[in-house]
């Protein structure tokens, strides 16, 4: 234990791996191999395990900032691409409505064009946009679900 103490940082990190890796090689809990060098090395021993100890929970802290990080970064990232996927699906639907409405009627009025655009509901403009394809007076379908034309 002396020449445990008069070993530099490094040093002890390699005996402290070595005593870890016996340990679980023999099956040995890890407290109870700490509480034995404890009993063999006195003062000395306890406190090169209590540094030890602060050191390994440090690193076991470290390592579980960084896993909140990195488990984080990915749910963010999940939720951001599947955010992006929902919007440019909206999106799409918006402007297959306004395109059907343009080919019905010559054009889209512009109070119209707006309502389409600012509408969230997709399943709403994906039922639109089939009505209209449909519909032999496309005004009635519009109106039908509850967008108004005229600008009164």
């Keep these: 234990m002396e020449v445990v103490g008069k070993l530099g940082e490094r040093e002890r990190w390699y005996v402290e791996l070595f005593l870890l890796i016996v340990s ?4 040995l ?4 191999v700490l509480i034995k060098l404890k009993e063999v090395g006195g003062e000395r ?6 540094t030890y100890s602060e050191r390994k929970y440090e690193l ?3 390592q579980g900032i960084e ?8 749910q963010g990232l999940q939720q951001g691409l599947k955010q992006g ?13 306004l395109e059907v409405v343009e080919v019905k009627l010559g054009e889209v009025p512009k109070r119209l064009a707006e309502q389409i655009k600012a509408e969230t509901n997709r399943e709403k403009l994906k039922r639109l946009h089939r009505e209209l394809i449909l519909a032999s ?14 600008e009164t």
């Design 24 to 27: 679980k090689e023999k099956g």
């Design 29 to 32: 809990d890890e407290e109870e």
């Design 45 to 50: 021993v306890e406190f090169e395990l209590k």
């Design 60 to 62: 076991g802290l470290q």
């Design 67 to 74: 896993q909140g990080i990195q488990q984080g970064l990915k």
């Design 85 to 97: 996927l929902q919007q440019g699906l909206l999106k799409d639907a918006q402007e297959m409505v």
């Design 137 to 150: 007076n496309p005004l009635e379908v519009i109106q039908q679900f509850g967008y108004k034309v005229n």
